[in-house]
Structures are given as C-alpha cells and as structure tokens.
C-alpha cells in the first residue's frame, strides 16, 4: 500500500513505547477490521517529524477482501483515530515481495521556505531560513555528492548501515518562488544523511562553506567537518522506486 502521513506529531514510522506511529496507527487501524494482530513492513524507517507523500508498507492478510474495501476501512479508522494518516492505494503483490529488501531506490524532497517573514501555512512542513541563500553556489556544492562515495561526512550517529558506502543518484534544486526544493534519489541512504547533505549546502548558500569546502568535507570522512543536520520538518519520502 501506498501512504501519505505528516508526521509533526508522530514518533516516526516504527513502533516505539511511548508515542504515536504510523506502523503503530496502521496496524491498530487493521486490527480494528480484521481483528487480526498483523505486522507492517515499510520501504523506508522514516524519523519524527518527517513527513511522507508516498511510503509503501505490505502486509499479509489471510481474509479476503475487495481492494477498494480495504482501503477506504483503513482510511475510516484512521479518520475515526485523529490520525494524520492516509492509505491511498492497496493492490495485490507476489508472495516474494517485501516493501524494504524489493526496493530498487528511494527518493525524498527537502524544502526550505527561503523568505524574510515567517511563515503560518507552512508551519512545521518546511525549514524556515530568513535570510537569502545562494542557490548556484549550492548547486556547485551538491555536484560533489554525486556519484559513489564514502559519506560517513553525513552519517548521523546511532546509523546501524553495514556501510558508510553510498552511491548517490540525484540532487538536484530547484526555485519554485520563495521555496527552494532538493531533490534526491539513491537506492539507500545512511540515518540523517539527507537532513546532513542539506543542512551542509545550506551553510555554502549562506556564504559560511565555499562549494569546494562540500568536497573537503566529503574526502574528510568526518561528521564533525560537515555542516548542521537540517530540521525534520522539511524532509519528505516522496517515492519508493521498484
């Protein structure tokens, strides 16, 4: 199933003790339905405070059930919970199919709010900067990303990846008005990675890191040389490639 959430107020997606999931809203949803205790499985561990405009999970039912029924049952219960969660599509898939291990890429959205006032609509759905970043001198910055490298430069800490070894398919920026959007697309990426790679470009577009500082940072294999971790409340799944 496809799955769109904001997760300002949620914990992430695993289950935790305290606090709301969206695999913990999900399988509470199903139970209510099904009244069967069934696990979830997402493409992709997403953090507090990030939000999803196309996570997929899977699940194994033993009922059958019509598809469209489905989801609209999980949408009445998710609406029934205050949740801020929205199944919007299910279909049936091969019993080898696993949302994670089946993933060929993934793709997230940054967006920074680049403007002097503060903004209300967007509250909690964008990082916020107030004063004017150079978007070239950023997109000189992000060429050095590119390609296969050893990023441990923005590895968060607690990251549980085999590998500091990350080919990085696509970072591209884009201006859409006040907001300045980056688009990035690998087949994995490490815990914080993206939020650090923005976080550090947004430091070349303030004029406190020079483009070429993003190569010295990446060669240094250090976190410490990088930049700030940008605020969750920018970053986005936007897709899951299969």
């Not at 561990?45 to 609209?72: C, I, K, P, S």
């Not at 923005?198 to 294999?221: A, C, F, Q, W, Y």
Request: hydrophobic fraction near 40%; glycine fraction near 8%; include cysteine.
């Amino acid at each position: 199933m496809t799955i769109e959430y904001d997760g300002t107020n949620l914990v992430g997606w695993q289950k935790q003790q305290e606090g709301d999931s969206v695999q913990s809203l999900l399988e509470t949803a199903l139970y209510n339905f099904t009244r069967q205790n069934i696990d979830i499985f997402a493409a992709g561990r997403t953090d507090a405070g990030v939000h999803a405009l196309a996570q997929v999970a899977h699940f194994d039912l033993d009922t059958n059930m019509e598809l469209f029924r489905m989801r609209e049952a999980f949408n009445a219960h998710l609406r029934d919970m205050q949740a801020p969660v929205a199944v919007l599509d299910i279909e049936p898939v091969s019993d080898d199919f696993h949302a994670r291990f089946s993933a060929k890429g993934r793709g997230y959205i940054y967006r920074i709010l680049n403007r002097r006032a503060r903004t209300v609509l967007l509250e909690n759905r964008v990082w916020h900067v107030g004063f004017p970043l150079d978007v070239n001198k950023m997109r000189q910055g992000a060429k050095y990303l590119l390609g296969h490298h050893d990023f441990s430069a923005f590895r968060g800490a607690g990251c549980q990846a085999l590998s500091p070894v990350k080919t990085l398919d696509k970072l591209d920026i884009e201006v859409h008005g006040d907001e300045i959007d980056f688009i990035v697309e690998a087949r994995s990426f490490l815990y914080h990675q993206v939020r650090n790679m923005v976080g550090t470009l947004k430091m070349v577009g303030d004029n406190h890191l020079t483009p070429e500082d993003v190569k010295t940072i990446l060669e240094s294999r250090r976190r410490a040389e990088a930049g700030v971790t940008a605020p969750a409340c920018g970053l986005y799944l936007s897709k899951i490639m299969y």
